[in-house]
C-alpha cells in the first residue's frame, strides 16, 4: 500500500471512529437520562464525566505516545477497548437500572447523596470508554506527523475529519438509528464500527506502516552502549534527518500559556454552544431530531474550523501568534454580534416553522443552524486546532503535545458548559452571557499581544538563546497600545445594552403582560398576566396552563378521582401551574406527592398561582420534588390509588419516556390494589397514530384501559386513558359518593351519576381499536421520532397527517363506543339501562357541540333534545364535573354553571397546558 493511500485507509478510519464516538455520547446522555432523569444536572453530569475522560485520557496516551513501538497498533488496541467496554454498559444495563433507585433513595432525601451516587454510577459507565477514546487522536497524531513541522497541518486535518464523522454519528442518532435499529440496536452499531476500526488498525500495523518519524532507533547490542542512559522518546531524535528533525527555538509563546489559552477557548467554546442550544429551543419545536440538527451544525462548524486551521497553518507571511491573535478576535467579534444576529434572523424569537410541513420544516432549521452556527462557528472551531501550529517548535513528540492540548481544553469545556448552564444563564440570561463570552476571547486577545516575543524568522532556523528573566525584554510601546484597545473594547461589550432584544413574546393583542421571567438552568419560565389571569408559559411558546383553564386543569384530577372508591394516595406526574394537582386537595386524600421536572416552574406557581391551587405548598398532605417525574415515581417505595400523568408536548425530546412500557410497568409496579394510572392526552396536537400507540402500550401492561373526556368543548379536547391494575367493573354508587365530598348533600344521585358519566366515551381494551399498534419502548423510542412529524404535517399547509379535532375527534369517540357497546362493556356491567342512558348523552352533547361550532345549529338542537331525554330532569347542560363541584373551591369564580362552558376558558384552544401558543 503506497504511503498515499495508507494516510486515505487511516483518515477514513478515524472518520468512522468520530461517528462512533457521537453516537455513543448521543445514546449515553439518553440512557443517564432514563436511569437519572431528564434534568438539566443530570445531562451537565453526563457530559462532565464523559469530558473527564477525554481530557484525562488525552494526557495519558499522549504521553505515552512516543514511547510505543507502533502507535498505530496502540491505536487500534484503543478502539478496541472503547468498544468492549461500552459491551459491558450494555450487558449491564439492567442491572444499572435496578440498583440506582436503591443507591439514590426515594426522591427528596439527601441531595448530596444522590449526586454522590450520580457521580459514581457516571463514573463507572463513562469513564473507561471515554478515557480509551481521549487517546485515540494523539496517537492518530503521533502516527501520521511524519514530521513536526507538519503538525500544523496534518494535525488540523486529521481532527477536522474526526469531528467531521461525529457530526454524521450525531445527525444518524437523531434521526435514523433510533427507528431502524432500535437504542440497543444503535449502540451495538457503534460498538462494531469500533471493533472494525481498531482491528483494521492493528492489521495496518503489522504491515511495518510505523513512519520513519515516530519510529523507535533499534536497540545497539555493544556494551557502551549499554552504559549509556536511554534517550528520552517524548524528545527529538538526533538519529533522525534533519528534515524530520528540528532544533529546540525559544518559542513565540510559552507552553503553559498556549495551554490556558486552550483551556480557556474551550471553556467560551462549549459555553456559547449551551447558550445557543438555548436560544434555538425559543425557537423550535425542541424534538430529538432538531436537537440533532443543531448539534450537527456545531460539530461541522468545528470541523471547518479545522480546515480553515489547516489552510492557515499552510501560509508564511503572517505569525503563528498574529493569526491566532485574528482567530481570538474574530471569536470575540461572533460571540459579541450572535445575540443580534440570532434576534434579527428570528425576527424576535418567532416561532419557526410557521405552515411548514417536515421535509421544508428541517430545511428551515437546518438554514438558521447554519447562519446562526455553521458560519460564524468556523471561526470559533479554528482557534484550538491551529494551536497545534504553535506547538511545532515544541521539543515533545507530536502525540504528546496533542494529549496535553486536548486536556487543556477540554477540561476547559467542562468548567465552561457548567459555567454557562448553571451561572450565567440564571445570572445574566442567554444575550448577556453571549457578551461575557465574547469578553473572555477578548481577554485572550490581550494576554496574547502582552505575552508574544520574537520568534525565528523561518521553520527551521536557530534561535537565540533565552535571555535570563532579568532582562527579558518588556512588551513594545505597539504590543501595548493594541492591548490597551483589545481591553477597552472587552470593557465595552460587557457595557453593551441588550434591554432592546426580546427574551420573551408577549401578545399585545391578548394584552399580555410579564410577570415573572427567569431563564434557568433547564428552560426559560415566565408567568404572563392576560388581565386576572395568569399563565406559565416555558421556552417562549409552550404554555404549561393557566388560571382561565381552571376547569378544565381541575377536571384532569375530578374526572378520573370521581371514579375511585377510595383515592386515599395520589401521585401527579407534573406541576405546571399547581391547578390540576391542587384540585386532588379537595377530596379526603391522606397524601399527595407531585413531581415536577423544572424548579423554576414550582417557584413561580407558589409565588403567583396560591389562590388556585388549594393549598398545595401548605397543606401538610402535599409534597412538591422538583424532579423528573419518571425517576421520582422509580425511586419511590410509596403505593398509590391514582397516578396522573399530565399533559405532556409529545414532540418535545424525552417527552417519549412517559409513554414507554418501561414507564407504565414501573407505574403499576407502584399503584395499590384497585388502583389506576390516568394518563391525559391532548388531542389536538396528536394523530390516531400517535393515540392508539400510547393507548396500545398502555393495554400491554394494564389489565383495561378505559377511555374518558377531560372536557365537552366543540374541536379542541383533552382525553385521559385510563389504565386499571385489575380490569374492574365501575360502581356507579361511587360516582355520588366521591362528588358529595366536594359538594356534601346539594344533589340527587342521579344528577352526580349523569354528571360522571357523560365523561366517559368507552373501553379501549375491549374495542380492540388500537390492538394491532406497535409499541413504545425504551429501546425503540417511536413516539419520540413520529411526534415531531406529525406535529409538521398536521400543521404545515398540505401536510399528510391531521390532528384528532372535530369530526375527527367524534369518529374516533364513535369508533372506540362501537366497538365495545354500553351493554357489552365489561366496565359498565353494573350500570342499569338508565345509568347507561347517562353515558350516550355525554356522547350526544360532545358530537352536538362539534355541530354548533360548524354552523348546523339544528341537527345540533335534536342531538341535545335526546341528550336531554336521557338525563336526570336536573341535569346541567354542557358541562364537566369540575365546573359544578368545584366552583368556588379557592379565590375565583369560574362564572355561571347553567350556561354554556366557554370553550377558550380552558386556554386548550390557544395551546395552552402542552403546546405552542398562537400569536
Given at each position: 500500500m503506497t504511503e498515499r493511500r495508507e494516510r486515505l485507509v487511516l483518515l477514513a478510519l478515524f472518520f468512522v471512529s468520530g461517528a462512533a464516538a457521537l453516537i455513543y455520547q448521543v445514546l449515553w446522555v439518553r440512557e443517564l437520562g432514563l436511569l437519572f432523569g431528564s434534568t438539566a444536572q443530570a445531562a451537565a453530569l453526563t457530559i462532565a464525566v464523559f469530558f473527564t475522560g477525554i481530557a484525562t485520557g488525552g494526557a495519558v496516551w499522549g504521553r505515552r505516545a512516543p514511547r510505543l513501538r507502533s502507535s498505530l497498533r496502540g491505536f487500534g488496541w484503543l478502539e478496541v477497548g472503547v468498544a468492549v467496554t461500552a459491551l459491558g454498559h450494555l450487558v449491564l444495563i439492567d442491572v444499572y437500572h435496578a440498583v440506582v433507585p436503591v443507591l439514590v433513595g426515594p426522591p427528596g432525601g439527601h441531595p448530596v447523596a444522590e449526586t454522590a451516587v450520580k457521580i459514581g454510577v457516571a463514573t463507572v459507565i463513562l469513564l473507561p470508554p471515554s478515557f480509551?477514546?481521549?487517546?485515540?487522536?494523539?496517537?492518530?497524531?503521533?502516527?501520521?506527523?511524519?514530521?513536526?513541522?507538519?503538525?500544523?497541518?496534518?494535525?488540523?486535518a486529521i481532527y477536522a475529519v474526526n469531528t467531521a464523522g461525529s457530526a454524521l454519528g450525531a445527525l444518524a442518532a437523531g434521526f435514523v438509528l433510533p427507528l431502524a435499529l432500535g437504542i440497543r440496536g444503535a449502540y451495538l452499531l457503534a460498538v462494531g464500527l469500533d471493533l472494525a476500526v481498531g482491528t483494521a488498525a492493528v492489521l495496518l500495523a503489522r504491515r511495518g506502516t510505523t513512519p520513519a518519524a515516530t519510529r523507535a532507533p533499534a536497540p545497539d547490542p555493544s556494551p557502551a552502549a549499554a552504559s549509556t542512559p536511554a534517550p528520552d522518546p517524548s524528545l527529538p531524535d538526533p538519529s533522525l534527518p534533519d528534515h524530520h528533525r528540528l532544533p529546540a527555538p525559544s518559542p513565540q509563546l510559552a507552553g503553559g500559556l498556549i495551554l490556558a489559552i486552550a483551556a480557556v477557548s474551550g471553556a467560551a467554546t462549549l459555553a456559547i454552544e449551551v447558550v445557543w442550544t438555548r436560544l434555538f429551543s425559543q425557537v423550535l419545536q425542541n424534538s430529538a431530531q432538531t436537537y440533532a440538527l443543531v448539534l450537527t451544525a456545531f460539530l461541522l462548524a468545528l470541523a471547518?474550523?479545522?480546515?480553515?486551521?489547516?489552510?492557515?497553518?499552510?501560509?508564511?507571511?503572517?505569525?503563528?501568534?498574529?493569526?491566532?491573535?485574528?482567530?481570538?478576535?474574530?471569536?470575540?467579534?461572533?460571540?459579541?454580534?450572535?445575540?443580534?444576529?440570532?434576534?434579527?434572523?428570528?425576527?424576535?424569537?418567532?416561532?419557526?416553522?410557521?405552515?411548514?410541513?417536515?421535509?421544508?420544516?428541517?430545511?428551515?432549521?437546518?438554514?438558521?443552524?447554519?447562519?446562526?452556527?455553521?458560519?460564524?462557528?468556523?471561526?470559533?472551531?479554528?482557534?484550538?486546532?491551529?494551536?497545534?501550529?504553535?506547538?511545532?517548535?515544541?521539543?515533545?513528540?507530536?502525540?504528546?503535545?496533542?494529549?496535553?492540548?486536548?486536556?487543556?481544553?477540554?477540561?476547559?469545556?467542562?468548567?465552561?458548559?457548567?459555567?454557562?448552564?448553571?451561572?450565567?444563564?440564571?445570572?445574566?440570561?442567554?444575550?448577556?452571557?453571549?457578551?461575557?463570552?465574547?469578553?473572555?476571547?477578548?481577554?485572550?486577545?490581550?494576554?496574547?499581544?502582552?505575552?508574544?516575543?520574537?520568534?525565528?524568522?523561518?521553520?527551521?532556523?536557530?534561535?537565540?538563546?533565552?535571555?535570563?528573566?532579568?532582562?527579558?525584554?518588556?512588551?513594545?510601546?505597539?504590543?501595548?497600545?493594541?492591548a490597551a484597545t483589545a481591553a477597552v473594547a472587552t470593557v465595552g461589550v460587557l457595557l453593551v445594552d441588550t434591554s432592546q432584544l426580546t427574551t420573551i413574546r408577549v401578545s399585545t393583542a391578548r394584552d399580555e403582560q410579564v410577570v415573572e421571567l427567569r431563564e434557568g438552568s433547564q428552560a426559560t419560565v415566565a408567568v404572563l398576566a392576560r388581565g386576572a389571569d395568569r399563565l406559565i408559559r416555558v421556552n417562549n411558546w409552550y404554555t404549561l396552563g393557566g388560571t382561565r383553564g381552571l376547569d378544565s386543569e381541575r377536571n384532569q384530577t375530578v374526572v378520573p378521582m370521581l371514579t375511585h372508591p377510595d383515592p386515599a394516595r395520589v401521585f401527579t406526574l407534573g406541576l405546571g401551574t399547581g391547578i390540576t394537582a391542587g384540585a386532588a386537595l379537595a377530596f379526603p386524600?391522606?397524601?399527595?406527592?407531585?413531581?415536577?421536572?423544572?424548579?423554576?416552574?414550582?417557584?413561580?406557581?407558589?409565588?403567583?398561582?396560591?389562590?388556585?391551587?388549594?393549598?398545595?405548598?401548605?397543606?401538610?398532605?402535599?409534597?412538591?420534588?422538583?424532579?423528573?417525574?419518571?425517576?421520582?415515581?422509580?425511586?419511590?417505595?410509596?403505593?398509590?390509588d391514582v397516578i396522573n400523568a399530565d399533559l405532556f408536548t409529545p414532540w418535545e425530546a424525552g417527552t417519549g419516556n412517559l409513554y414507554t412500557v418501561e414507564h407504565y410497568t414501573t407505574a403499576r409496579e407502584r399503584l395499590a390494589p384497585g388502583g389506576i394510572y390516568v394518563q391525559w392526552m391532548p388531542l389536538y396536537q396528536v394523530s390516531d397514530q400517535e393515540l392508539g400507540i400510547v393507548a396500545r402500550t398502555m393495554d400491554e401492561v394494564f389489565d383495561q384501559v378505559l377511555l374518558w373526556r377531560g372536557d365537552l368543548f366543540s374541536q379542541r379536547s383533552i382525553v385521559a386513558l385510563v389504565g386499571q391494575v385489575e380490569a374492574t367493573p365501575l360502581d356507579p354508587a361511587v360516582l355520588a359518593v366521591q362528588a358529595r365530598h366536594l359538594d356534601p348533600g346539594r344533589r340527587s344521585d342521579a344528577f352526580y351519576e349523569a354528571l360522571g358519566l357523560r365523561m366517559y366515551v368507552g373501553n379501549l381494551t375491549a374495542s380492540g381499536v388500537f390492538a394491532d399498534r406497535e409499541l413504545n419502548t425504551d429501546d425503540r423510542p417511536v413516539i419520540e421520532h413520529l411526534a415531531p412529524r406529525t406535529q409538521r404535517e398536521a400543521r404545515g399547509t398540505g401536510g399528510s397527517a391531521s390532528f384528532l379535532v372535530g369530526e375527527a375527534r367524534e369518529a374516533f369517540y364513535a369508533e372506540v363506543a362501537a366497538g365495545a357497546p354500553t351493554d357489552d362493556d365489561p366496565f359498565l356491567v353494573a350500570l342499569d339501562d338508565t345509568q347507561r342512558g347517562y353515558v350516550e348523552a355525554g356522547a350526544l352533547r360532545s358530537r352536538a357541540r362539534w355541530l354548533e361550532a360548524t354552523d348546523r345549529g339544528q341537527q345540533a338542537e335534536q342531538l341535545l333534545a335526546r341528550a336531554r331525554a336521557l338525563e336526570p330532569a336536573d341535569a346541567l347542560a354542557d358541562v364537566s364535573p369540575a365546573r359544578v363541584l368545584l366552583p368556588r373551591i379557592t379565590g375565583r369564580i369560574t362564572g355561571r354553571i347553567s350556561g354554556h362552558s366557554s370553550e377558550h376558558s380552558s386556554g386548550y384552544s390557544s395551546g395552552q397546558s402542552s403546546g405552542p401558543t398562537q400569536e
Open positions: 480509551l477514546m481521549g487517546g485515540t487522536l494523539p496517537l492518530m497524531t503521533q502516527h501520521l506527523v511524519r514530521s513536526r513541522d507538519r503538525l500544523g497541518t496534518t494535525g488540523t471547518a474550523g479545522a480546515g480553515l486551521a489547516n489552510l492557515l497553518a499552510r501560509q508564511r507571511r503572517l505569525s503563528p501568534t498574529a493569526v491566532l491573535g485574528g482567530l481570538l478576535t474574530g471569536s470575540a467579534v461572533v460571540a459579541a454580534t450572535s445575540p443580534w444576529w440570532f434576534h434579527r434572523l428570528t425576527d424576535g424569537l418567532r416561532y419557526l416553522g410557521g405552515d411548514l410541513t417536515w421535509g421544508a420544516y428541517l430545511g428551515a432549521v437546518s438554514g438558521l443552524a447554519a447562519l446562526v452556527i455553521l458560519l460564524p462557528g468556523t471561526v470559533l472551531g479554528a482557534v484550538l486546532p491551529y494551536q497545534l501550529r504553535l506547538l511545532q517548535t515544541s521539543r515533545r513528540a507530536p502525540g504528546h503535545e496533542v494529549g496535553r492540548l486536548v486536556a487543556a481544553n477540554t477540561t476547559g469545556g467542562i468548567v465552561g458548559s457548567l459555567l454557562a448552564g448553571f451561572v450565567l444563564l440564571p445570572l445574566l440570561g442567554a444575550w448577556r452571557s453571549l457578551l461575557v463570552v465574547a469578553a473572555s476571547y477578548g481577554g485572550l486577545v490581550v494576554v496574547l499581544v502582552l505575552s508574544t516575543a520574537p520568534a525565528p524568522a523561518q521553520v527551521g532556523d536557530p534561535a537565540p538563546p533565552p535571555a535570563p528573566a532579568s532582562r527579558r525584554r518588556r512588551p513594545a510601546p505597539g504590543q501595548v497600545a493594541v386524600v391522606d397524601r399527595l406527592v407531585v413531581c415536577e421536572l423544572i424548579r423554576d416552574v414550582v417557584e413561580v406557581s407558589q409565588a403567583h398561582f396560591t389562590p388556585w391551587i388549594g393549598g398545595l405548598f401548605e397543606d401538610p398532605r402535599a409534597v412538591v420534588h422538583a424532579e423528573d417525574g419518571r425517576a421520582c415515581l422509580r425511586r419511590t417505595d410509596e403505593r398509590f
